[in-house]
């Protein structure tokens, strides 16, 4: 294992932890209104809107540095044929 994934999954994990706490200790509803977008203001738990906005997050991460490797044209990573 890579010391770079394993430092990201610390990362992740310590991210979850805020996720999870922030839910714990808000429990009262938030109201969220985006004009432009959603025509009534939406009203839920603040739990799962930190999860709403956090999965959006991961989501536009994943989507910004998802195909961004070149693809190698066989030169020296590959086994040689001798």
């Given at each position: 294992?890579?010391?770079?994934?394993?430092?990201?999954?610390?990362?992740?994990?310590?991210?979850?932890?805020?996720?999870?706490?922030?839910?714990?200790?808000?429990?009262?509803?938030?109201?969220?209104?985006?004009?432009?977008?959603?025509?009534?203001?939406?009203t839920l738990p603040s739990a799962l809107m930190y999860f709403a906005f956090f999965a959006v997050?991961?989501?536009?991460?994943?989507?910004?540095?998802?195909?961004g490797g070149k693809a190698s044209s066989g030169g020296?990573?590959?086994?040689?044929?001798?």
């Open positions: 294992m890579s010391a770079k994934l394993l430092l990201k999954t610390v990362f992740l994990i310590v991210v979850l932890l805020f996720l999870v706490l922030m839910g714990m200790e808000n429990r009262g509803t938030v109201e969220f209104a985006l004009k432009p977008v959603l025509p009534t203001k939406v997050g991961v989501l536009t991460g994943t989507i910004l540095t998802a195909g020296s990573g590959g086994k040689s044929g001798k």
